[in-house]
C-alpha cells in the first residue's frame, strides 16, 4: 500500500489518533463518592479560596492545549479549521509519547484576530500552557503577543519558536564540530516569516553577530524600502546585516558559514553551498521538500548539512523541544516562557551530543533520544525558577528524573 492509503487507513481505523482515560478507579460507590458528589466538593471548595491549587487538585496541572485556526497547516496552507484537527491531534499524541504532556487538539473557526485572542483566553482556568499552532503569519505575531500580555500560563507559537531552537541547536553543533565560535561566523537565514524571524532573533540572543536575513526580494538591511516588512522584521533590521549587504541568495551566501533555510523547495543550489566558507554548516528546513536535499548538500560541500526530514542524518524537527519544553515549564506552573527559558533549551539539546560522539552526521540529537525531553525540561524549568516565573520551585535535577520516567518511547 501506499503511504497515502496507509495514513488513510490508520487515520479511519482508530478514530483518529486520541481518547479519554480515566486515571482514577471508579470501582464502587465509595469511589464515586470521591470522583463525584459529594467529595468532589472539596477540591471545587479548595480551589475557591486559591484558583492556583487548579494546578494540583485537577488535570489542568499537566495540560495543554494545542490551538489553532487552520490558516497555515503544514505545508498545505489555509485549508481551514476542521481539516488541521490531525495535525492537532498528532501534536497531542507527541506530547504524550515524548513528555508525558496532556494535551488538547483545538480548532476555532474564525479568521479574526480579536476573537481567537478573545477565545484562548477564555480558555485559561483549564490548561497549563497554550501551543499555539499553524497561524498565518504575520497575525501568529499580534496573536501571540495579545495573549502571552493578557494569560497567567505559559502561551508559545512552536512553529516560531520551537523550530528557532532546534534550528540554533543544530547551528551550535556544527560549529562545535568545525570549531567556529558563534559570535565570529557569518550566518544567513533565508526566510523572513514566523520561523525565520524567531530564528534570527534566537541567534542574535545565543551570541551571533554577524546575521543576514533574507525575503524573497534578497537581503534586508536597516534602511530598505518598508512597505513588504513587518513589524517583527523591523525590529531585527537594525541588529542584523549590519553592513547593509545586498542582493539575492547567491550573492549574499558567498563566503557565509552557516545558512539556514525556511523558505521554500529547491531554494539552495549546488552553486550556492560551493560558494560559502569553508566548513560551511547548510540546514534546509522547508518540509517536505527542503531547499536542498541532505546528499545534494553534502556533495555540493557542505562540512554539516541537515534537513526536517527523518529519512537523513541531523534530523532538525521541534519534537525534540515542546514536549521537553512544555514539560519543564509545567512542573514548576511557570507563568510564561521567555527567551531565558529557549535559549536554556537550546544549550540542553546542543549539549546532549558530547565531544566524543559529535561527527559530521551527529551534530544534533535523534528526536527519539531518550535524552533529549529529561534534559530540556530540567534546563527550562531552572531557568523558570532563576527568572521568577515559576508558581513552585523544583529541583530541576529532579524535574529530569521525574521527566525520563514518565515518557513512553521503547
Do not use: W
Amino acid at each position: 500500500m501506499s503511504l497515502r492509503e496507509d495514513a488513510l487507513n490508520y487515520h479511519r481505523e482508530n478514530n483518529g489518533k486520541l481518547g479519554v482515560i480515566a486515571k482514577a478507579p471508579l470501582k464502587n460507590g465509595y469511589d464515586l463518592s470521591l470522583a463525584y458528589t459529594p467529595g468532589v466538593a472539596e477540591p471545587c471548595m479548595e480551589i475557591h479560596r486559591d484558583k492556583d491549587l487548579s494546578f494540583e487538585y485537577t488535570c489542568r496541572g499537566n495540560m495543554v492545549a494545542v490551538i489553532t485556526d487552520g490558516t497555515r497547516v503544514l505545508g498545505l496552507g489555509d485549508i481551514g479549521p476542521e481539516a488541521a484537527i490531525p495535525v492537532m491531534e498528532g501534536k497531542a499524541v507527541l506530547y504524550k509519547t515524548f513528555g508525558d504532556v496532556d494535551a488538547i487538539p483545538l480548532s476555532i473557526d474564525t479568521k479574526d484576530a480579536d476573537e481567537f485572542i478573545k477565545m484562548v483566553r477564555m480558555l485559561q482556568p483549564n490548561f497549563a500552557g497554550i501551543n499555539l499552532e499553524d497561524i498565518a503569519s504575520p497575525k501568529c505575531y499580534d496573536i501571540e503577543d495579545a495573549l502571552k500580555a493578557q494569560m497567567d500560563i505559559p502561551v508559545f507559537h512552536d512553529d516560531q519558536h520551537g523550530t528557532a531552537i532546534i534550528a540554533v541547536a543544530a547551528a551550535i553543533g556544527g560549529l562545535r564540530l568545525v570549531k567556529k565560535k558563534l559570535s565570529e561566523v557569518k550566518i544567513v537565514v533565508n526566510g523572513a516569516g514566523a520561523a525565520g524571524t524567531a530564528i534570527v532573533q534566537l541567534l542574535l540572543n545565543a551570541g551571533a553577530s554577524h546575521v543576514i536575513m533574507m525575503n524573497s526580494k534578497g537581503a534586508m538591511y536597516d534602511g530598505m524600502e518598508m512597505s513588504r516588512v513587518n513589524r517583527v522584521q523591523a525590529a531585527l533590521l537594525p541588529k542584523t546585516n549590519l553592513e547593509k549587504e545586498q542582493g539575492r541568495l547567491a550573492v549574499i551566501a558567498k563566503g557565509a558559514d552557516v545558512l539556514i533555510g525556511v523558505s521554500q523547495p529547491s531554494e539552495f543550489t549546488a552553486e550556492i553551498v560551493k560558494s560559502m566558507n569553508i566548513d560551511s554548516i547548510v540546514l534546509s528546513l522547508c518540509n517536505p521538500n527542503p531547499e536542498i536535499s541532505y546528499a545534494d548538500a553534502k556533495a555540493a560541500g557542505a562540512k554539516v548539512a541537515g534537513t526536517g526530514r527523518s529519512d537523513a542524518p541531523n534530523q532538525v524537527n521541534n519534537v525534540s523541544v515542546f514536549p521537553g519544553l512544555f514539560r519543564g515549564a509545567i512542573d514548576v506552573r511557570a507563568r510564561q516562557i521567555n527567551e531565558e527559558m529557549k535559549l536554556a533549551a537550546v544549550h540542553a539539546i546542543a549539549g546532549i551530543i558530547t565531544d566524543e560522539e559529535l561527527r559530521e552526521d551527529y551534530v544534533v540529537p535523534n528526536v527519539f533520544d531518550k535524552r533529549v525531553a529529561p534534559a530540556v525540561a530540567a534546563a527550562v524549568a531552572q531557568a523558570a525558577i532563576k527568572t521568577d516565573v515559576a508558581r513552585t520551585v523544583v529541583d530541576p535535577e529532579e524535574v529530569r528524573v521525574r521527566a525520563a520516567a514518565r515518557i513512553k518511547l521503547s
